[in-house]
């Protein structure tokens, strides 16, 4: 997608409630690996699945509608009765396995325990048993006189969530990310101090590759904030951490990879230094280029491009809402400094996109260097609304459609999105309303 506006929503929100606490406020949201399918989980444990409808003739705008397509409670609320802790039942992560054969698979995570789904679809039903009758109950075999074929005979679609698999016990501390493997049998999740290496088919047990909590929790300088595997590479892992820092790890030179094989570090400029700069710092999520080249690390005011083969500075750096630089003090007061925005690439790697405040979302082309700043709102999200492009003033003039920072809300945050493996298609979460918006003037440009 060009970091242009012509964007179309598809879906409009599901819930007409504007809400910014409950149970629906959504927590994650995935495509599939071929974007037909997109998930999305919330605060209350539920994951709602979306499918791609397919393109229509008639209704040229028709093509690309995303339709509930099935919705399960994946996590219940539990307590811990050894701390004497709650464990929400929120969704912190979603991720889908690639498909091996003709059922979806996913893996969802709370806090603690990590939970592999199966996503079947029945749309025939066997009739015809010689041994039971219609109600499936079973006959008198004295009443069997004659043999018969069972037909399969087409019934309404029916979308079965089975759970297959729970990885539990891994984690002390709140898991903060998973991650599938390459190799599509592995995977890893991470929690503020540890990362651990399960097999997808092992439930009881699990490989600690990095351990960072120092033997006394005074000493505890820095929390991994978010990991994710290299694309092609199974032997490699990013992790990043509350100290702004990106490490990558190389699971063949030893079992723990407490000792990375790169340091991605930017050398702090003393002159901007303040007390908020190691929050501010903090990189909230890293993703992968699908080339597996670079890496997009996202904090607090920025989102960074780096390559992998070059470990003293970012190559890129964007400024998500530097107009908050002046702000931070009265955003370290109402918490919203410790929010944790996450970043996606487009398909093709040459566009970037990330969430900011007042519903906004950032783009920043790679090529063209141009970026625009668009709203998910109920306005935007009527069938071919074109989304227009949101400026924010600091003071002095005004242009009509500006806003100022003054008059941002701050409770309205884009903090989860995501984009089509393949087209130009993303999907934003605002608080309890999902948006989707597809670029219909370049479909065929990433």
């Known amino acids: ?193 540890r990362i651990n290496l399960w097999h997808l088919a092992i439930t009881d047990r699990s490989f600690n590759i990095v351990d960072i909590k120092p033997a006394n929790m005074e000493d505890l300088t820095e929390v991994i904030t978010a990991s994710e595997f290299h694309p092609l590479h199974c032997n490699l892992f990013v992790y990043s951490s509350s100290k702004g820092s990106l490490r990558l790890c190389d699971m063949r030179a030893s079992a723990l990879c407490d000792k990375h094989s790169k340091l991605y570090e930017e050398p702090e400029d003393p002159c901007s230094r303040s007390f908020f700069s190691e929050i501010i710092s ?20 920025t989102v960074k491009v780096w390559d992998l083969n070059m470990e003293t500075r970012p190559i890129e750096t964007y400024q998500v809402h530097d107009y908050l630089r002046s702000k931070l003090c009265s955003l370290y007061e109402n918490d919203c400094i410790f929010d944790k925005f996450e970043c996606a690439w487009n398909g093709s790697d040459s566009v970037i996109m990330t969430g900011a405040y007042n519903n906004f979302f950032r783009m920043f082309d790679r090529n063209t260097k141009r970026d625009v700043t668009l709203e998910a709102s109920r306005e935007s999200s009527k069938p071919r609304a074109v989304l227009k492009p949101r400026r924010v003033c600091m003071g002095g003039k005004r242009r009509k459609d500006d806003i100022s920072v003054d008059s941002l809300d701050f409770t309205k945050k884009i903090l989860h999105t995501a984009w089509h493996p393949t087209e130009n298609i993303i999907a934003i979460a605002a608080t309890n309303n999902l948006y989707i918006f597809q670029d219909k003037m370049n479909s065929d440009m990433h």
């Open 1 to 193: 997608m060009q970091a242009s506006p012509h964007c179309h929503a598809l879906v409009s929100p599901p819930s007409s409630e504007e809400s910014t606490s409950g149970a629906d406020i959504i927590s994650t949201a995935e495509f599939n690996h071929t974007g037909d399918l997109l998930a999305t989980g919330d605060k209350g444990g539920r994951v709602v699945i979306f499918q791609r409808e397919p393109e229509s003739k008639s209704e040229p705008y028709g093509q690309g509608e995303y339709n509930v397509y099935s919705t399960f409670q994946s996590h219940e609320p539990e307590f811990d009765y050894l701390k004497s802790l709650e464990i929400e039942e929120k969704i912190n992560k979603i991720k889908w396995l690639p498909k091996q054969n003709a059922a979806h698979a996913l893996l969802s995570t709370n806090d603690k325990t990590i939970k592999l789904w199966k996503i079947t679809e029945r749309d025939k039903r066997p009739e015809g048993y010689n041994l039971k009758d219609e109600e499936g109950k079973l006959k008198d075999l004295s009443t069997v006189t004659s043999l018969q074929v069972p037909v399969l005979k087409p019934m309404d679609l029916m979308v079965e969530v089975s759970p297959r698999r729970i990885f539990a016990n891994g984690h002390t501390y709140h898991v903060n990310s998973i991650s599938v493997n390459s190799d599509c049998e592995t995977y890893m999740s991470a929690d503020d101090l």
């Open 282 to 301: 903090s990189v909230s999520d890293v993703k992968f280029s699908h080339s597996g080249r670079y890496m997009l690390a996202r904090d607090y005011l």
